[in-house]
């Protein structure tokens, strides 16, 4: 006998009866739920805003093809496999998709994932290979990569070319080679699990262009700090001790 918990449409329908005002800023959270049925899944299609799903460990074609279609995030954490076909399909949907129980995938997966549009939040990922990099800067909105504690050279020269905020907040050292890259990109770009920044680093971020969040520096030298300064966006360093 099968100890699931499934979302059915009856139980949704009774969530959406004390629910009227919906729209795009609405957050509906069914993580308890480990699995879904069909008819759930067509009705939950329909509703703007996030829809939460953590709970789901697997997630049959269908499903994922009912889910697809609506626009919004839509959070798959529970998720530790992700098959070629499963990815195709949900690289259609159009909104921010949290894949965050990955820890790692297929090149052939990451060329698949490239091709969404919303938003990729990949924060179980703690391996990136060279080719899986390339991929995923082609993916259009913001990039969440906060599960990766060190990234070549080559990785950060494909990430630099994301068009989209991109989040690397587990990274606790950069090469100089990787600040002269990210220095390129365009967009928010997050590395508060920085520990140290050396002068020649400090100079590269410094021509970043957009919002740069450094929180985990707790000490600059005085050459790093005034190369900083001249950062053109918003420049956050709440870490700083002295």
């Not at 759930?40 to 789901?56: F, H, Q, W, Y």
């Not at 938003?119 to 991929?135: F, I, K, P, Q, R």
């Not at 900083?228 to 918003?234: A, D, T, V």
Request: with cysteine; aromatic share 4%; hydrophobic share 40%.
């Amino acid at each position: 006998m099968s100890d699931s918990t499934v979302l059915t449409k009856a139980y949704v329908e009774d969530i959406l009866a004390g629910c009227p005002d919906r729209d795009a800023d609405s957050e509906w959270h069914f993580e308890e739920f480990d699995a879904i049925d069909i008819n759930a899944a067509e009705v939950l299609a329909t509703l703007p805003g996030e829809l939460d799903l953590s709970g789901l460990t697997d997630i049959s074609d269908v499903i994922a093809r009912v889910l697809s279609g609506r626009s919004g995030g839509l959070v798959l954490s529970g998720l530790k496999i992700l098959t070629d076909t499963s990815a195709e399909i949900l690289c259609l949907h159009n909104g921010e998709l949290v894949l965050g129980g990955l820890t790692a995938f297929s090149d052939a997966i990451a060329e698949i994932l490239s091709r969404h549009n919303g938003g990729l939040v990949l924060y179980g990922l703690t391996t990136l290979s060279d080719a899986a990099a390339e991929s995923l800067s082609r993916s259009k909105g913001g990039l969440c990569l906060d599960g990766l504690e060190t990234m070549s050279d080559s990785a950060a020269e494909s990430l630099s070319r994301h068009n989209g905020n991109l989040y690397l907040n587990l990274l606790t050292n950069i090469s100089d080679a990787a600040a002269l890259s990210l220095s390129k990109h365009r967009g928010e770009l997050q590395i508060c699990g920085l520990m140290s920044l050396s002068d020649f680093g400090a100079k590269q971020l410094s021509r970043h262009r957009g919002d740069l969040w450094l929180d985990g520096l707790t000490s600059l030298s005085d050459v790093a700090a005034e190369t900083l300064s001249r950062h053109r966006g918003r420049l956050l360093l709440r870490g700083l001790t002295n």
